[in-house]
C-alpha cells in the first residue's frame, strides 16, 4: 500500500509514519487552521460587501451557508453536524470505523467552527475593536474584494496542504479530498478536489429546494471549483516544503 502510494506522488514523499514531533505538529496543524477559518470566512464576507452578490465564496462554504439559511442554523452548528455526516463518509470509502480518525474529525470541528464564527463576527464588525469591512460602492472597492476573494481561496488551499500533510486530525472535507487523492486518483489534488464537491453539491441542491434562493455562489466559487485544488498540490512543494505527508492511512487500495 505505502510503495503503491509513493510510486503514484512523485512530487512529495509520503511517509508511512512521523517524523514531526507533536509539539510542531500542533504547531503547524493551529497555524493551518487559523489560516484556514480565516480564509473561509473572507470568502463569504466580500461575496456579501458586493451588491448584487455576484461574488460568491469557496465551494463548501457557499452550500454549507445555504444550507444554514435553509435549516436556520447558525454557521457553528451547520459545519459542525455537517462534519459528523462528512466523517461517516470517509469511514464507507476507507472501508472501516476508525474512532481516532473520527474523534480527529470531531476534534477539528469543534475550534474551526468556532473560529469561523469569530472570524465571520469580526469582519462584520461585531467587535468593538474594529468595524467591519464596508460595502463595495466603487469599482476600485469591487476590485479589491474580488482580489481578497480569491485571496481567501488561496489561503483555504495552502492550509489545507499544511494540515494534510501534518496529518495530526483533519477537517471531514479535507480527509475526504485525501481519501479520494491517495486512495482513487493517484494523488492529483485538482480532480480529488472536484470529486470532493459532490457532497456540498448536493447540500446546495437541497438547500435551493427548500429557500428557491441560491446565494454565496458566484465568480468566487468558480475560482475555487476550478483553483484550489491545484493551490493544495503547489502549496505541497512550495510552503513549508520540507513538510513531507505523515502517517498517510486512506484504506485499501481497490486497484
Do not use: C
Not at 73 to 98: M, Q, S, Y
Request: proline share 4%; glycine share 8%; no cysteine.
Amino acid at each position: 500500500m505505502k510503495r503503491d502510494l509513493k510510486s503514484q506522488t512523485s512530487s512529495q514523499q509520503i511517509l508511512s509514519g512521523r517524523t514531526l514531533s507533536m509539539s510542531m505538529s500542533i504547531f503547524y496543524f493551529t497555524i493551518s487552521i487559523i489560516i484556514n477559518s480565516a480564509g473561509n470566512v473572507l470568502t463569504l464576507v466580500t461575496s456579501a460587501k458586493i451588491h448584487p452578490s455576484y461574488l460568491g465564496s469557496a465551494y463548501w462554504t457557499a452550500a454549507e451557508a445555504n444550507l444554514s439559511v435553509a435549516f436556520g442554523w447558525n454557521l457553528f452548528w451547520t459545519f459542525l453536524i455537517l462534519g459528523i455526516v462528512i466523517t461517516i463518509l470517509n469511514a464507507i470509502l476507507v472501508g472501516h470505523w476508525d474512532w481516532h480518525r473520527a474523534l480527529g474529525n470531531l476534534v477539528f470541528m469543534v475550534p474551526f467552527s468556532a473560529l469561523i464564527q469569530f472570524f465571520e463576527n469580526f469582519f462584520i464588525g461585531k467587535y468593538p475593536i474594529y468595524s467591519g469591512l464596508p460595502a463595495a460602492n466603487t469599482p476600485v472597492m469591487i476590485g479589491f474584494y474580488i482580489l481578497l476573494n480569491f485571496f481567501g481561496v488561496a489561503l483555504i488551499g495552502t492550509a489545507i496542504s499544511i494540515y494534510q500533510r501534518v496529518n495530526l486530525v483533519l477537517h471531514p472535507a479535507d480527509d475526504l479530498m485525501q481519501i479520494l487523492r491517495f486512495k482513487y486518483f493517484k494523488g492529483n489534488a485538482n480532480i480529488a478536489m472536484w470529486a470532493s464537491y459532490i457532497p456540498p453539491t448536493l447540500m446546495a441542491i437541497l438547500a435551493f429546494v427548500i429557500t428557491k434562493n441560491f446565494t454565496n455562489f458566484g465568480i468566487g466559487t468558480i475560482f475555487a471549483f476550478l483553483f484550489q485544488g491545484g493551490i493544495t498540490g503547489i502549496a505541497d512543494t512550495k510552503v513549508i516544503p520540507s513538510l513531507k505527508h505523515q502517517a498517510l492511512d486512506v484504506g485499501r487500495n481497490n486497484k
